[in-house]
Structures are given as C-alpha cells and as structure tokens.
C-alpha cells in the first residue's frame, strides 16, 4: 500500500458552484439588503427634517451638480466676471436676496444683496460689512439658511424694517418673498431747496414748486400700515423718490439711485432702484410695517409721527426766480406734537427665531454650468 501524498503534492479537488461562489453570493445579498434598509429609512422621513448633500468628488462637480457643491477658489471683487459670479448670484436669488441680474458681472446690485447677507445672516455689524465675497463668506452662503419673520400680523403680507442692520424682509405669512440692502434716516438736522410735484406735502397747486425746508432725518420705529402709493418719479420735502409706497406720512419705501452702505436718506427707507419697479406689487394697502430700530420693540412705540418739517427762515428768492440756500439752522427748532389714532389689531410679538443659520450644507434645484 502506497503512502499518501503530501497534502502541497495532492491533486485538486473538484468542487461544485454552490462551494466555490457562496461566500461571494451571500455578501452580495448582505449589501443589497443593508442599501435598500438605508434608502427606504431615507424614503420614511419627514421632508422637513430631511438632509441631503451632494456626493461628489473632492475639487470636482459633475454637470449636472447643484451651485452648493462648488467650492470658491478665488475672492471676488467689484468688475470681476465668470461662472462662480453666476453661481454667487443665482445663491443669492435662491435665497430670496436679490442681486439684479445673474450675468457673472459682479457689481453694484449684487454687492447690496452681499451686504445684506452678511448684515442679517451672518450678523456682521455696518463697520466690519465687506464689497467682497471670500471663500469663508461663501461657504455660509452654500449653508442651509432659513429667514423666519419676527412678527406675524394679520395681513396677508408684511414687511419688516430692521434699521441696525439696513435691511428690509418682505414675507408673505411666514414665507420669505424678498430680502433687500436699505438705507434710512441719518438722525441729523438738515436745511436744503427742495422740489415738490403737485399733490406731495406741502404742494395744492397744480406745478412744481420750491421750497427751503429745515427736518430731521429719522425714520421712527414702530407699527405701520400702508396707506398711499404713486408711481414714476415724485419729488417730495423729502427727496426724490421712484415708485414710492407711503407708511408714515411722507415717510415712503421707495426707489432710488443711491442706497449706501450706511444711512442717508431724510427718514424714508431707500432700496435700490430696480427692486422698486416690483416692490409695489407685493404689498397691498393695510398690509404692517414694522419698523425695528435695535432699542425698543416696535409694540412700545405704536405708531410714532415723524418729525415735521419747517420752512428755512434763512430761504431766499430772488425776482428771477433763482433761489438761495442757507445752511445754517434756525437758533430754536419746535417740533409740534401730533397725536394719530394707534394701529389696531395689532398681533403681540411671537418668539419665533429671528435668524436661524444650520451648519449643513444642502444643495438647491437650481444648477449653473461651470
């Protein structure tokens, strides 16, 4: 009898399929059951709560790849153009600030939308507000930002005033329609030659006329409502205004074409000129003002009168029709005191949030080319 071979010299055994493949099968259908568990929990949840972020390779976005998934390589500064101005503008957009049109120009209406970003979401106060978008600032603007309203009034729209940061929000209930870069009252006294159209303050004729006018530039805090509109062009005691929807007596949010970084007006609330060929449209007559000035909740104020304005005794004109202004104001301004029936119904503040900024980054519909 032979002895048995060597178990490295003996000859290979000839297994069935089942044998040879089972370990693979079997952690097949592991995977497969564990992917379809995961995407149907997915599936289950609520689609408030629910998350979802791009995959993707690092430095690379597939066409078809939402404007979140890129990344900022550069900052980007007034005069600049290319693809990551487009996708800044249409985040912008997405958001509900506007920046004007998305051509992948960086200017002048888009920077506006930029200040207000960083004024309400990131709580950037007027000194530290930037004209330029950094790869950091980016990355907040490619977060999930969320903008609640303060108030909830009874009217269908509202609009909220927030003079600290130089930004108004206009909602419609609790959705967010619009955010825009402001400019209000300086809250100093002024004295200048000013124009008024027929029907304006100040103005019962049927031309223009001139006047010298000393004020105060303040644009109270406080609850309002809309109550007058006009469109086009008006020349007012206060200014030139485009499209102006009034709220407070000669106090209007209104066009113009120059809405700084910090306040300028005589007391109305400025925004850029191009948001005011729609803004009308999305208030309606009633619909709340609220007016937050940082120190007291509009509620404690009500409904507070402007400061009137006076003629400037200093005011000249001259048989030719030609006028000259004086500078200098009166020794004693007195300010009459006017009582105007509060607003009713008001809605007693809420606590909702007023600014809520998640960490996560989630990508939106929209997509632009790279």
């Known amino acids: 009898m032979s002895e048995p071979l060597e178990p490295e010299l003996a000859m290979p055994v000839h297994q069935s399929w089942w044998v040879r493949w089972r370990q693979a099968i079997i952690t097949t259908v592991i995977f497969v059951v564990v992917g379809t568990g995961v995407a149907v929990a997915n599936n289950n949840q609520s689609p408030a709560t629910t998350t979802t972020t791009a995959v993707t390779t690092p430095g690379f976005c597939p066409p078809d790849a939402p404007i979140t998934c890129y990344t900022l390589t550069r900052t980007i500064r007034d005069g600049m153009k290319g693809a990551d101005v487009r996708r800044l503008q249409q985040r912008l957009k997405d958001l509900n600030?506007?920046?004007?049109?998305?051509?992948?120009?960086?200017?002048?209406?888009?920077?506006m939308a930029v200040w207000a970003f960083q004024a309400l979401v990131q709580k950037m106060t007027r000194d530290t507000i930037v004209d330029f978008v950094t790869p950091v600032l980016w990355e907040s603007m490619r977060g999930n930002v969320t903008i609640t309203p303060r108030r909830q009034p009874g009217s269908p729209n509202h609009v909220e005033v927030y003079?600290?940061?130089q930004v108004m929000a206009v909602f419609k209930g609790k959705q967010l329609l619009l955010v825009t870069h402001i400019s209000t009252g300086t809250n100093e006294k002024w004295c200048e030659e000013v124009t008024v159209d027929p029907g304006e303050e100040g103005n019962k004729g049927a031309v223009p006329i001139k006047m010298g006018?000393?004020?105060?530039?303040?644009?109270?805090?406080?609850?309002?409502y809309f109550y007058n509109r006009k469109l086009g062009l008006r020349e007012s005691k206060l200014g030139t205004m485009w499209n102006p929807v009034y709220f407070n007596f000669g106090i209007a949010i209104h066009g113009a074409m120059m809405v700084p970084k910090e306040p300028a007006s005589h007391g109305c609330v400025r925004i850029p000129i191009f948001i005011s060929n729609y803004f009308p449209a999305l208030v309606q007559y009633n619909d709340r003002v609220y007016v937050?000035?940082?120190?007291?909740?509009?509620?404690e104020y009500g409904s507070v009168t402007p400061p009137w304005d006076k003629k400037d005794p200093n005011y000249t004109t001259t048989t030719s029709s030609t006028s000259t202004t004086s500078t200098t104001l009166p020794k004693t301004t007195t300010v009459p005191v006017v009582t105007i029936p509060p607003v009713t119904n008001v809605v007693p503040k809420t606590t909702i949030p007023k600014t809520t900024v998640a960490p996560v980054v989630t990508p939106v519909a929209s997509t632009i080319p790279s």
Do not use: H, N, Q, S
């Not at 600030?97 to 920077?111: L, S």
């Not at 006018?213 to 309002?224: F, N, Q, S, V, W």
């Not at 937050?292 to 509620?299: A, T």
């Open 97 to 111: 600030f506007d920046p004007g049109r998305i051509d992948g120009i960086y200017g002048g209406d888009t920077m």
């Open 163 to 165: 003079l600290p940061e």
């Open 213 to 224: 006018i000393c004020g105060e530039a303040i644009t109270p805090g406080g609850i309002y």
């Open 292 to 299: 937050f000035d940082g120190v007291k909740e509009p509620e």
